[in-house]
Each structure stands twice: as structure tokens, then as C-alpha cells.
């Protein structure tokens, strides 16, 4: 829903102003204090990009907030809880893990002056290819939930493609070579945006969804034309 999607991509866009930009400046300054060049003029400028994050996360939230949306009317006869509103928190909750915190964990965010220009393709290959074969594990587990009864057997299977996914894929190639305490405080700001980005749009669609369809809060979901 495009209202939970912008409510979504405000939150994060308010968060990331108040808490990570103070750390990008410090990483900013940190790298260009270490150049040993001349100083070249940047091509966009602080301003512009922490206005472009704003409208950046604003029209993250719209893409994903109706990418959200569309999956749920298609699958919310498949998710397991009964009432509209929880169906909506477990599709969240899944969409945070299989795209959100798991892709996180193996490649985290970095601040600016950590990675090498030339490893930028490879980086953003081994991110996107682990980011794919995620969604690919948790589409499997859902299909395979349809047909198999013991469900400790699709969690254990999952669980064992999970880990294997996490050890096989190559590492981040670039050192870092940021004090580990600024590099280590990004990563949080930028794992705690994640989290507070799913929250927002799980809870706010679900309460919204379930505000405009209040004739089947207490049973099985049926969707009017969107």
C-alpha cells in the first residue's frame, strides 16, 4: 500500500538524518584527511545528498511499500494466522529476513572510504547474487510447507540451505581500514534502519488494510478490488 510504503521510507528517512549522517560526515572527514592527493571538488555535495537520501527513502518506501502490497493480496490466503493484521506482520517479518537482515549479515553496510573503487562491480555482484539465491531459499521453504506436514523438516532444511548460503558465498574483498568503532556504530545505525523500515510497514499496512476491510477481522481474508 503506497501510504504504508511512504510512511515507511519517512521513518527511515528521519532516523538516517538524525543518527547516520553525524557518522558518514566523521567517516568523510576521516577520508579525506587521509588523501594524499589534491583535493578534488566532490560532484554532489553534503547537502544534496542528504536531501537525496530523504527522497531517496521516500521513493524506496512507494516501490516497496506496492511491490508489499501486491504479494500480499496475491499470497494472504496462504499465510498461516487468521486475522488480516497478523497476516500482514508475518509477511513483513519474512520479507525483512529474506531481503532485509539476512543479505545485512553477510554483506553489512560500510560507511564512505571503506572498498575500493574497482572491486564496486564485484561487491555489488556477490550482494545481488546472495540476495537472489535468498529469495529463491525462502520461495522453496513456502512451496515446500504446501505439501509437506512436518514442518520441523522444512525448518531444519531451511536452516542447513541458510548456513550453507552464508559459508559458501565469497567475503567482502576490500580491508577496512576505518577505526572499527566508527565502521561498527554505521553498521548498527544502518541495521537498525532496516529493522525500524519492515516494522513501520508491516504494522501501519496491517493496521490499515485491516481499518479498510473491518467486515473480516475475524475470519478468512477476501480482498475487494483493489
Not at 554505521?186 to 499496512?205: D, I, M
Amino acid at each position: 500500500m503506497v501510504v504504508a510504503g511512504l510512511l515507511a521510507g519517512a521513518v527511515l528517512a528521519l532516523f538516517h538524518t538524525v543518527l547516520t549522517e553525524p557518522v558518514i560526515d566523521q567517516a568523510i572527514a576521516l577520508e579525506e584527511a587521509s588523501e594524499t592527493h589534491g583535493e578534488a571538488a566532490p560532484v554532489v555535495t553534503r547537502p544534496m545528498q542528504k536531501a537525496g537520501l530523504v527522497v531517496g527513502s521516500l521513493l524506496y518506501g512507494l516501490f516497496v511499500g506496492v511491490i508489499f502490497g501486491g504479494v500480499f493480496y496475491l499470497i494472504q490466503t496462504a499465510l498461516p494466522p487468521r486475522r488480516v493484521f497478523h497476516k500482514a506482520v508475518v509477511l513483513a517479518v519474512v520479507a525483512y529476513w529474506l531481503i532485509g537482515l539476512f543479505p545485512f549479515l553477510k554483506y553489512p553496510a560500510n560507511p564512505p572510504g571503506v572498498g575500493q573503487p574497482e572491486t564496486i562491480e564485484y561487491r555489488q555482484a556477490l550482494f545481488l547474487g546472495f540476495l537472489l539465491l535468498s529469495m529463491v531459499g525462502g520461495l522453496v521453504a513456502a512451496n515446500a510447507a504446501r505439501y509437506i506436514e512436518q514442518r520441523w523438516l522444512i525448518a531444519a532444511g531451511y536452516a542447513a540451505f541458510a548456513v550453507g548460503l552464508y559459508l559458501a558465498m565469497p567475503p567482502n574483498p576490500d580491508p577496512i581500514e576505518m577505526p572499527i568503532s566508527l565502521v561498527a556504530t554505521f553498521r548498527a545505525f544502518s541495521a537498525a534502519g532496516l529493522t525500524l523500515f519492515w516494522l513501520v510497514l508491516g504494522l501501519s499496512f496491517g493496521l490499515l488494510v485491516e481499518r479498510l476491510e473491518p467486515d473480516h477481522r475475524a475470519r478468512g481474508f477476501q480482498p475487494r478490488a483493489a
